[in-house]
């Protein structure tokens, strides 16, 4: 079945850049999502990229998509302490289902 | 945020008892689904539903039953709660096939003991 790997931890000092990443074994995902979960809390959406795509930018965010190589990246520009999270990446599997496969999530630790 | 409750969003009950889980949503959306949070494991798929009675399993079904009877309400229970169901549920919902756009709500624990 899919597999979704990411690294467990990224520590980085606040205003530096944060680059997390995922790794996939399916190709076939149409979708591939990032979550960020705080301590306590749900998951919150934070984007998405479609699998044509190679880039996409919202505001401190860029992903990055590598279909050759089946790799997936998040930067977070200028890191904030409200940055630390656990943040996940996703692939929508399972043809119409909506299955989403999770990596197990890298914590991001922001040391002021 | 997406408009979705569950509840309870905590609980502690007994090896053996039934529990109910419910999801409640404002969106309207036709898809729904519960995932379970382990360390670990991350997050796994429940059950989900493609619409009002539509139901399938996902990858850790067993243990667990679902229904939805209206648009707005997905309901998981589990039948006699083991201590290994011990863990965090999140309800999700998706207004496409495919879903570009997936939703989560803030989570029920849930402590078997």
């Known amino acids: 079945g899919e597999d979704v790997e990411q690294s467990l931890f990224l520590s980085v000092r606040e205003g530096d850049s944060s680059v997390i990443n995922c790794t996939y074994t399916?190709?076939?995902?149409?979708?591939l999502y990032w979550y960020k979960q705080e301590p306590g809390a749900g998951l919150q959406l934070l984007t998405y990229?479609?699998?044509?795509?190679d880039m996409k930018q919202d505001q401190r965010l860029t992903v990055l998509l590598n279909k050759k190589d089946k790799h997936l990246s998040l930067r977070i520009a200028d890191t904030q302490t409200g940055d630390s999270a656990i943040y996940f990446c996703?692939?929508?599997?399972?043809?119409?289902?909506?299955?989403?496969?999770f990596g197990k999530g890298t914590k991001l630790s922001v040391k002021p | 945020d997406a408009g979705i409750t569950q509840s309870p969003r905590h609980k502690v009950t007994e090896t053996g008892t039934p529990v109910t889980l419910r999801c409640h949503q404002t969106?309207?959306?036709?898809?729904m689904y519960w995932y379970r949070q382990d360390p670990g494991h991350g997050l796994r798929l429940i059950h989900y539903?493609?619409?009002?009675?539509?139901?399938d399993k996902g990858e850790v079904s067993d243990g667990y039953s679902v229904s939805r009877s209206k648009t707005e309400d997905f309901l998981l229970t589990l039948e006699s709660a083991t201590s290994s169901q011990t863990s965090v549920y999140f309800c999700?919902?998706?207004?496409?096939?495919?879903?570009?756009?997936?939703?989560f709500g803030e989570g029920s624990w849930l402590t078997v003991v």
């Open positions: 999700a919902i998706s207004d496409r096939e495919g879903g570009n756009t997936i939703y």
């Open positions: 399916d190709s076939s995902s149409t979708y």
């Open positions: 990229i479609f699998s044509n795509m």
């Open positions: 996703a692939g929508v599997y399972g043809g119409s289902q909506g299955n989403l496969i």
């Open positions: 969106e309207n959306h036709r898809y």
């Open positions: 539903s493609y619409g009002v009675k539509d139901t």
